[in-house]
């Protein structure tokens, strides 16, 4: 089976050259438009100090503040064109890395889907059918007055089986390709007919081979020993007589190809006496239909159902054994993950420019490390699970960060910061109890910066 994987729909991706140019384009609109306005601002206090030159009180009173806050202006719009520039550039890599993720993750599904596709091996219950006559009345018209008209028809009613004792041999294989799994069935069914009718003893025994076979091999019904001859090829309707009081056995054998599922199909009929054995000789087998065995047994890479009713039963859905595969889980964790990272990021910058003085080169370190740990993360994951190699990654990170400080107070100010904005939110991005996980995280980055600036850690800030 073919499955067309496809990425997360309406997300920037930076393989798609339209799409970058598109963003590149707004991107350097919306910068002209702020050095338009940086500069404009610049020159308005220009000309207003050039035009207040005649009286240098005036102009010292308002250039000097202007001046300060235009020089002030200017630093911290540095800090904000680089974070700016790190969050667009990390969310472009984050999405890309989102859709490839989730392009893998698409793609594991259908590999395993394949793994177990194709049509499934059905085999329907004999029947036993016979032809009766039954009377039956109609009305006609005979020189013009109605007739009532007293008749036969030819009927085609079914006998119940007495008895059914079947047993299936199921082997797993795969196909040329080694895409998808087949079975290998070695069938071998047993039924009882006693005829309980005391007017008829012409019977046709209508037993089909499997649906979904790819391949019928020794096909062969024998009644009391002795096989019963086909009419036609196509034709699997053996006519045989039976006298009344009296019963026979037929034996149906075969080996089928086919599907990756077996099933056993009644068609509403009553089954009596009814006996299944399927017998699957590989692992992962399991029961389908949700008809639940009277008894399952395994050994090692066998496992055998046993179906057995003693008195009359009707079942709707079919018995059955099927491939079961393991469940693929925690899917959609990784994308999650990615698309809220650079929302992340701004909060361990935030922590960080609220704890030290940092400069630009520290900011374009950080943020280096921290997508390079998330790249990391999400090739690691493929192989590894997502918890142990996110621990992996934080010890790192921690040990990177640590140089961040100017000396001990400052390098344990960051390691908090690094842990209550980065560790524990994407460790709990990748955990069941994220929100738990998210508000812890958020209260010790509250506590952190209440502690840091309202009591005496304060000063921390102005060591060197």
């Given at each position: 089976m073919s499955v067309d994987?496809?990425?997360?729909?309406?997300?920037?991706?930076l393989t798609h050259p339209q799409e970058l140019l598109q963003f590149g384009t707004q991107l350097l609109q919306g910068s002209l438009l702020l050095v338009f306005i940086i500069i404009a601002l610049g020159i308005a206090i220009a000309?207003?100090?050039?035009s207040l030159r005649r009286y240098p009180t005036e102009q010292a009173v308002f250039f000097g503040p202007w001046s300060i806050r235009?020089?002030?202006?200017?630093?911290?719009?540095q800090h904000?064109?680089?974070?700016?520039?790190?969050?667009?550039?990390?969310?472009?890599l984050c999405s890309t890395l989102s859709n490839r993720y989730h392009?893998?993750?698409q793609a594991k599904v259908a590999q395993v889907a394949a793994s177990v596709a194709g049509d499934k091996l059905e085999q329907i219950a004999p029947q036993v059918r016979y032809i009766t006559e039954e009377p039956y009345v109609?009305?006609?018209?005979?020189?013009g007055k109605i007739v009532k008209v007293n008749d036969k028809q030819k009927v085609t009613r079914y006998l119940t089986l007495a008895s059914s004792q079947i047993q299936v041999k199921i082997d797993q294989s795969v196909d040329v390709q080694n895409r998808s799994s087949i079975y290998q069935t070695d069938y071998t069914a047993n039924y009882k007919v006693i005829n309980e009718l005391s007017n008829i003893n012409s019977f046709f025994l209508e037993v089909p081979p499997p649906n979904g076979s790819l391949i019928l091999r020794s096909y062969k019904v024998e009644r009391d020993g002795t096989k019963l001859k086909q009419t036609n090829n196509d034709n699997y309707s053996f006519p045989f007589r039976l006298e009344p009081g009296t019963e026979t056995t037929f034996k149906v054998t075969y080996q089928a190809d086919g599907g990756p599922r077996w099933v056993y199909s009644s068609s509403n009929q009553l089954l009596s006496q009814f006996r299944l054995v399927a017998i699957a000789n590989f692992s992962n087998a399991d029961f389908a239909s949700g008809i639940i065995p009277n008894d399952i047994k395994s050994d090692?890479?066998?496992?055998?159902?046993?179906?057995?009713?003693a008195e009359n039963v009707?079942?709707?859905?079919?018995?059955?054994?099927?491939?079961?595969?393991?469940?693929?889980?925690?899917?959609?964790?990784?994308?999650?993950?990615?698309?809220?990272a650079p929302a992340l990021f701004l909060w361990w910058i935030l922590l960080l420019y609220l704890s030290l003085p940092i400069t630009l080169k520290d900011v374009t370190i950080a943020g280096g490390i921290f997508f390079a740990c998330l790249l990391t993360l999400t090739y690691m994951t493929r192989v590894i699970n997502a918890e142990l190699a996110w621990l992996m990654i934080a010890l790192i990170f921690l040990a990177l960060i640590y140089g961040l400080g100017a000396n001990r107070h400052h390098s344990l100010a960051a390691i908090i910061c690094t842990i209550a904005g980065v560790i524990l939110p994407v460790f709990g991005l990748l955990i069941p109890f994220t929100g738990l996980t998210l508000s812890i995280a958020g209260l010790l980055s509250a506590a952190w910066l209440a502690v840091l600036h309202w009591y005496s850690w304060y000063n921390l800030r102005e060591e060197s």
């Amino acid at each position: 089976m073919s499955v067309d994987a496809k990425g997360i729909p309406g997300l920037p991706d930076l393989t798609h050259p339209q799409e970058l140019l598109q963003f590149g384009t707004q991107l350097l609109q919306g910068s002209l438009l702020l050095v338009f306005i940086i500069i404009a601002l610049g020159i308005a206090i220009a000309l207003i100090s050039f035009s207040l030159r005649r009286y240098p009180t005036e102009q010292a009173v308002f250039f000097g503040p202007w001046s300060i806050r235009y020089t002030q202006l200017l630093q911290g719009l540095q800090h904000l064109a680089l974070i700016l520039i790190l969050l667009v550039t990390g969310f472009f890599l984050c999405s890309t890395l989102s859709n490839r993720y989730h392009y893998w993750e698409q793609a594991k599904v259908a590999q395993v889907a394949a793994s177990v596709a194709g049509d499934k091996l059905e085999q329907i219950a004999p029947q036993v059918r016979y032809i009766t006559e039954e009377p039956y009345v109609y009305t006609t018209q005979v020189n013009g007055k109605i007739v009532k008209v007293n008749d036969k028809q030819k009927v085609t009613r079914y006998l119940t089986l007495a008895s059914s004792q079947i047993q299936v041999k199921i082997d797993q294989s795969v196909d040329v390709q080694n895409r998808s799994s087949i079975y290998q069935t070695d069938y071998t069914a047993n039924y009882k007919v006693i005829n309980e009718l005391s007017n008829i003893n012409s019977f046709f025994l209508e037993v089909p081979p499997p649906n979904g076979s790819l391949i019928l091999r020794s096909y062969k019904v024998e009644r009391d020993g002795t096989k019963l001859k086909q009419t036609n090829n196509d034709n699997y309707s053996f006519p045989f007589r039976l006298e009344p009081g009296t019963e026979t056995t037929f034996k149906v054998t075969y080996q089928a190809d086919g599907g990756p599922r077996w099933v056993y199909s009644s068609s509403n009929q009553l089954l009596s006496q009814f006996r299944l054995v399927a017998i699957a000789n590989f692992s992962n087998a399991d029961f389908a239909s949700g008809i639940i065995p009277n008894d399952i047994k395994s050994d090692g890479n066998s496992t055998q159902f046993t179906w057995t009713f003693a008195e009359n039963v009707a079942v709707k859905n079919p018995f059955g054994v099927f491939t079961s595969t393991k469940p693929i889980d925690k899917t959609g964790i990784i994308p999650r993950l990615l698309l809220l990272a650079p929302a992340l990021f701004l909060w361990w910058i935030l922590l960080l420019y609220l704890s030290l003085p940092i400069t630009l080169k520290d900011v374009t370190i950080a943020g280096g490390i921290f997508f390079a740990c998330l790249l990391t993360l999400t090739y690691m994951t493929r192989v590894i699970n997502a918890e142990l190699a996110w621990l992996m990654i934080a010890l790192i990170f921690l040990a990177l960060i640590y140089g961040l400080g100017a000396n001990r107070h400052h390098s344990l100010a960051a390691i908090i910061c690094t842990i209550a904005g980065v560790i524990l939110p994407v460790f709990g991005l990748l955990i069941p109890f994220t929100g738990l996980t998210l508000s812890i995280a958020g209260l010790l980055s509250a506590a952190w910066l209440a502690v840091l600036h309202w009591y005496s850690w304060y000063n921390l800030r102005e060591e060197s």
